[in-house]
């Protein structure tokens, strides 16, 4: 377990961890020069199976920023108030940060006890009374002690412990993250980075990723609550030793994050809900600049205030995106508190609805929409409802990762999920359909189909991306692709080519059109994958150019040729050739993929020819472009047929 102290500067929060402890948490030489905390301490108490991590955070207003991550991941909050003194300014706004922060467990400590009589310490618990009146620390417990006479720290001690021993565990799911807040490097080990685990689990040896940075680390050695251990897990303080390729102490900075390789994902905006505190004097404003606070990380950035009057209240909660300098990798609820520009004084805090959000349409009224899907703390009804909200198809590998889940995790979920959404991969992303609308879809397709029977019967069938533009909706080409596949599998449709119909329509070439297919597909050597184009072929045949592209074409519509850009003219068995070697060319790099060179040396064919089979690969949705790369998304015979 976690606990933080909380509270004004010379409050004796240091002199009570020392006490609970026996550590003084004061490690710098300013720090004991100037009898105030500065930076983050730690300490930790053991008893027996029961380890408890002390964070003390700095007090005073200059350092509010050091106080904010030490809060960023805590069990419990002891919020220390001196009985000489009373509330003060940074009590108050402590208080107010945990109360944004969400945390719920927490004792009242009022310290110094030793240095007023009775009636005095009434009047401060009076005062103490109606500070926390409208918290969630409204029913928390009091302690009285004195941390230099020792008085009720055995009492305040054992009431940790079994707050350690009786809370709510923390959840071990999700993926490894571990917000820095301290880094040093120690001869003959090498660096060590600090932090609180936020999530998931991690061993030594395994893999991380320093966020968001993106270089590669192992783990060498770890210290849990000061002592050495083979894997820790969150809601632990944790001391890592890293090593790789040029890991130095100026890898990682406080803020940083060291994640699981799956949760690596910079992000510079999310959007989120806001509460901003009653005690702002004026409405916050759409685009506000603003200090954010989540982990141990410190960013500045602006606010984008989502409301229907473009304000939220004092008091008041609303819909926002922030919008970071930099990228952080947050993750789905994560909490986070925001400053003024001068950094001076909190301005509200929240948790983030949806780390994955783009700035393109964030206040149209579907995305209104979405936003609310994202808020619901159940995963399973906010794919639900996305799915629902998306009848085109939602790309859910984001909101996945967004989410924090293992693959372990993504696959328990899906699984609870398969009689309501049907799953749909398209390279590495996961597109899902409510089954109602899957249903739907294969129905219409079906029957677009007859309608082009009985308009164009002596047509074999309707070309793919014709079908695909018919549809009533318009729908994700993977979706369509899909549904294609579903549909030659059930033998209900067949798929020739780029032609698609349905099994019972079969018409044939005439006599003459079978003589003129063999005349034209002879003037290309069977050796020679790539055709000349049109006007080369035409002037061999002695044809006008347009009247053997219309003849061309129908030898498409027949399922016998494919046509690209009405250029060039291919049998469906050069282009599963093609593919092929396309195939291969990709499997030799699936993580980078290829270049147009690449699939140019690989194949043989001139560079412009290459360029458009690419196109024509991209628009069929066989593979996806990325830059000057490309990655094959779908299998050959979804996209052509057998």
């Known amino acids: 377990m976690i606990v933080a102290t909380a509270g004004h500067v010379d409050h004796g929060k240091t002199a009570l961890i020392k006490a609970l402890t026996g550590t003084d948490t004061d490690r710098l030489p300013e720090e004991k ?3 105030l905390t500065i930076e983050l ?53 402590h208080l107010a940060a945990l109360n944004l922060m969400g945390l719920t467990r927490a004792a009242i400590v009022i310290t110094k006890t030793d240095r007023v009589n009775s009636e005095q310490l009434r009047t401060v618990i009076a005062q103490v009374n109606q500070l926390v009146a409208n918290t969630h620390f409204a029913k928390s417990p009091y302690f009285y002690v004195s941390s230099l006479q020792g008085d009720g720290i055995d009492l305040l ?60 680390a192992r783990i060498r050695s770890m210290h849990q609550e000061n002592r050495a251990v083979s894997a820790s897990s969150a809601g632990h303080r944790c001391a890592i ?51 954010v606070h989540i982990g141990a990380s410190h960013l500045t950035g602006r606010v ?32 986070f508190i925001i400053r003024d520009q001068s950094a001076t004084r909190l301005i509200g805090g929240g ?28 995963a399973n009804e906010a794919l639900l409802q996305l799915a629902t909200l998306h009848p085109e198809g939602y790309i859910a590998t984001q909101f996945l990762d967004g989410r924090n889940m293992t693959a372990t995790e993504r696959e328990k979920l899906l699984i609870t999920l398969e009689t309501e959404l049907t799953r749909i991969n398209s390279g590495d992303q996961l597109i899902l359909l409510t089954t109602l609308r899957w ?43 899909a549904i294609v596949t579903q549909l030659c599998r059930r033998g209900l449709v067949k798929h020739r080519g780029q032609v698609l119909h349905l099994v019972d329509h079969d018409p044939r070439l005439s006599v003459e059109d079978e003589t003129f297919l063999e005349t034209f597909l002879a003037l290309t050597p069977e050796h020679q994958l790539c055709p000349p184009v049109v006007h080369e072929m035409a002037a061999k045949m002695s044809m006008d150019p347009t009247d053997l592209v219309q003849k061309l074409d129908y030898f498409s519509a027949m399922g016998k040729l494919i046509g690209i850009q009405q250029q060039r003219y291919f049998t469906p068995a050069k282009i599963r050739e093609i593919i092929r070697l396309t195939e291969t060319l990709f499997a030799a790099d699936k993580n980078q993929g290829f270049t147009p060179a690449d699939f140019k040396t690989a194949t043989g064919i001139g560079r412009r020819p290459a360029v458009q089979i690419l196109e024509f690969f991209d628009r069929s949705g066989l593979t996806l472009r990325q830059h000057n790369h490309r990655s094959m998304i779908a299998a050959a015979s979804d996209i052509f047929g057998d």
């Open 241 to 291: 030793n890293l090593t790789g390729a040029a890991i130095t102490i100026n890898t990682v900075t406080p803020g940083s994050w060291i994640v699981h390789p799956s949760a690596h994902h910079p992000r510079q905006l999310f959007d989120g809900k806001l509460r901003v505190l009653p005690s702002e004097l004026k409405p916050l404003q759409h685009w506000t600049p603003v200090h």
């Open 351 to 378: 948790h983030i609805t949806d780390p994955n959000a783009a700035a393109q349409n964030r206040a149209k009224p579907w995305r209104k929409n979405d936003r609310n899907a994202h808020g619901l703390s159940s």
């Open 33 to 35: 020069k100037r009898g």
């Open 304 to 335: 984008a205030v989502l409301t229907d009057n473009k304000i939220i209240f004092p008091g008041d909660e609303g819909d926002i995106q922030i919008v970071l300098e930099q990228s952080i990798p947050v993750i789905w609820n994560d909490k």
């Open 157 to 216: 001690r054992q009431h940790i412990l079994q707050c350690a021993q009786s809370g709510p565990s923390r959840s071990t799911e999700g993926n490894f993250r571990l917000a820095v807040d301290r880094r040093f490097v120690v001869d003959g080990i090498g660096l060590i980075v600090t932090g609180t685990v936020h999530s998931g689990s991690i061993a030594v040896d395994d893999e991380v990723v320093i966020s968001p940075t993106g270089q590669r």
């Open 439 to 481: 249903r739907q879809l294969n129905d219409e397709c079906i029957e677009l189909l007859g309608s082009f029977h009985n308009a164009n019967s002596n047509l074999l069938g309707c070309p793919a991306d014709v079908l695909f533009k018919s549809l009533a909706m318009n729908i994700m080409k993977p979706v369509f692709n």
């Open 41 to 93: 301490g730690f300490a930790y108490h053991h008893n027996e199976d029961i380890a408890v991590g002390f964070i003390d955070v700095p007090g005073h207003q200059k350092f509010i920023a050091n106080m904010l991550t030490g809060i960023a991941a805590l069990d419990l909050a002891l919020l220390v108030i001196a009985a000489d003194d009373g509330p003060m300014p940074q009590t108050y706004e």
